[in-house]
């Protein structure tokens, strides 16, 4: 009969909480703070704190492809082609959402009291 060791996770799982909370905990801090700096210039239609929760949440998305679909042991090729496709299909839905929602308060603007 053969015995199969098990490896406790215990200590990754904490890593992975830990390093999700604290990006969680900035974004959070940040929402309620909005800093005038980052909150009131704009790069590329948005302000920069849009872009700031933008960038933390794909970091986000990512980590946890990567922790929890196990993706670091996978195939190189695999990886690229799982990860790369997301990263395309959000910066789409992204650009969209930026495009679209510059359109809707350009026209509505006269019209509602924001």
């Given at each position: ?91 789409y839905l992204v650009t969209l959402l930026l495009i679209e929602g510059s ?12």
């Amino acid at each position: 009969m053969a015995s199969h060791a098990h490896e406790s996770n215990v200590k990754r799982i904490w890593i992975v909480f830990g390093i999700l909370s604290v990006i969680t905990i900035v974004e959070v801090a940040l929402g309620i703070i909005k800093p005038e700096s980052i909150h009131l210039n704009t790069f590329l239609g948005t302000s920069y704190l849009n872009w700031i929760f933008i960038i933390l949440t794909l970091a986000k998305a990512y980590y946890i492809t990567w922790t929890f679909m196990h993706m670091e042991g996978e195939k190189k090729w695999f990886r690229r082609s799982v990860v790369w496709s997301a990263v395309f299909l959000i910066i789409y839905l992204v650009t969209l959402l930026l495009i679209e929602g510059s359109y809707l308060y350009d026209t509505l603007s006269p019209l509602v009291r924001w």
